[in-house]
């Protein structure tokens, strides 16, 4: 089975990006496709990244070992079925299942922050204990602990997002008040800076400059609740690394040197904060990087809860067995 | 080696609990002295409780496989050191290599905090993520992910205490305002309640019934902060189980049943939090529980960077071979 590629795959709210990775874990084709919304499309959009795959790779679909997704919304990693991902236009799909049916591949579905920590940890070199912080839509994070994803008791690990931590701040949409992510999230953006379109992240900075005043109080608030959180998870975690990844991380350096300077006024007033080198801990995953589709490809390998016979065209015998008369379907 | 008996320690403010524990982790002798303060006193203590063990098993003390001490203050695991534990009267302390030279034992150190979410999670039995939430003089946290103590990069994970989260909070001595430690420790309660005098835990209560209003609202604050800093750990890390420990944990089912109450108030607000669960992930640990001992004891074993060589009393050959000679010292 080593000599078997593996698949990840991240299935974004706008695309759908696909990975093929060898035993070592190097990515050796990259499939990029748009996410059309819904259950069909999404599944056909799924199948055929697969299928480009194996083109690119001169394979059968087949002959590949698995697929990892990493996927928005709940995620129960034990029935394959996936909740509530809105910005996919999905209320429930078994994914696991119908994805499995429809390529004869074991499939297993992880939360997509967390697919991104561990491709994260696993791209970037990164040893010990690493959290990552995706400041996307939403705000939440995925920690890797000697290489290994953390999922805890239930596989909702990482919501510091909706940390409630001002009690006279903005409602969020978990029905508390002043989580963080009403403050460090693309949503955040879009309350406190309406004129920023719907990709606020995009047009913020130039408007910042500008002088626009709602912007630059949206930039500050995205400043300011970024920097609590990394906070937070150095007090607890006491981590080697944060990396900072998600969809706002396309601010960069802007961002990165305004969260830096926050920790380092906090520092000056506590020796204490001083003393844990927050700043010197933080990471900003590389635009464009594969991440959770890498992630989502290595976790894809430890299935859950599953006897093997369970799985869609997954015979126990086959895995190993039947690669011979697999790969009579390559082109 | 498996038939040696580890010993594990906890030096406290007060007093010193030591245990013998065999292979399986099963506490076989137990020592209990006042702790003097100072570095000769702390030292001395220290090595009279190792004899007591030694006598109560009928065996030298060289027989004993590891010493493993858990020790407030900032613990460098790596140099044996231990720096500020202010109540004990020390400063700075090279405890492994001291107590090592009076005893020719390998001695490790550990954080109190941490040694006692490893022996809770032991003695309770507890599997998966637990996050053991000390309350006691200051906020801390231990965690412990199948087994294994998570130390994190520095040995500095757990800081809960010191996240600051009300801006128009009291003034922590990290220098921060409005840390969680200001609302929910001993020196919280000694602050917002002075009429307390040194050991309010265990006045708290009768004065809380008797109608004493600084009383209540002392109670009120380590209620709602204990209980932000109970659903601050499971958004973050998902545990299985979350044990309360520390010197509060006096306040027992009172203040065990506020926090219930205080996170259903939470819960009937915010589905999101109603649907984690919190309430039920929640144990107290047992009163006179010698987890902090025997989780010293348990991460004695595996010492730190360094070659065993280097351990005072500790020859290379001698772990396994000199058994038999050490057995000489028994009386």
Chains 1, 2 share one sequence.
């Not at 909702?156 to 009403?182: V, Y």
């Not at 390998?301 to 065209?313: L, M, V």
Request: glycine content about 16%; some cysteine; charged content about 20%.
């Amino acid at each position: 089975m080593s000599d078997r590629l593996r698949i990840g795959m991240d299935i974004g709210g706008t695309k759908t990006e696909a990975v093929a990775i060898d035993a070592a874990g190097g990515v050796v084709a990259t499939a990029l496709l748009p996410t059309p919304p819904g259950v069909e499309p999404v599944l056909a959009t799924a199948e055929q990244a697969i299928a480009e795959l194996a083109a690119q790779t001169g394979r059968g679909v087949r002959e590949f070992a698995s697929v990892g997704v990493g996927i928005p919304g709940q995620v129960d990693r034990a029935s394959g079925e996936v909740r509530l991902a809105y910005n996919i236009g999905i209320e429930h799909l078994a994914l696991a299942a119908r994805l499995g049916e429809r390529t004869g591949l074991p499939v297993a579905l992880d939360n997509d922050v967390n697919a991104a920590a561990l491709g994260a940890a696993h791209l970037m070199g990164l040893d010990g204990t690493v959290s990552y912080l995706n400041i996307g839509t939403g705000l939440a994070e995925g920690l890797v602990i000697d290489g290994a994803l953390q999922r805890g008791a239930h596989g909702i690990t990482g919501e510091i997002g909706h940390f409630a931590i001002d009690p006279l701040g903005r409602q969020c949409l978990c029905g508390q008040l002043g989580c963080l992510e009403t403050a460090a999230s693309g949503a955040a953006l879009r309350n406190f800076w309406p004129a920023g379109g719907e990709h606020p992240g995009r047009t913020l900075l130039p408007a910042v400059d500008a002088g626009d005043a709602e912007a630059q109080a949206a930039f500050e608030h995205l400043v300011r609740g970024s920097a609590t959180a990394i906070r937070l998870l150095v007090l607890l975690l006491d981590p080697h690394t944060v990396v900072i990844g998600g969809g706002l991380r396309l601010l960069g350096d802007r961002l990165f040197d305004a969260i830096r300077g926050r920790l380092a006024e906090w520092g000056a007033q506590s020796p204490f904060i001083a003393e844990l080198g927050i700043a010197e801990r933080i990471r900003l995953l590389s635009e464009g990087s594969p991440a959770a589709a890498v992630g989502a490809a290595l976790a894809g390998a430890d299935r859950p809860g599953e006897a093997a016979a369970d799985r869609p065209g997954e015979p126990v015998a086959g895995r190993a067995g039947t690669d011979a008369h697999r790969r009579g379907d390559a082109p």
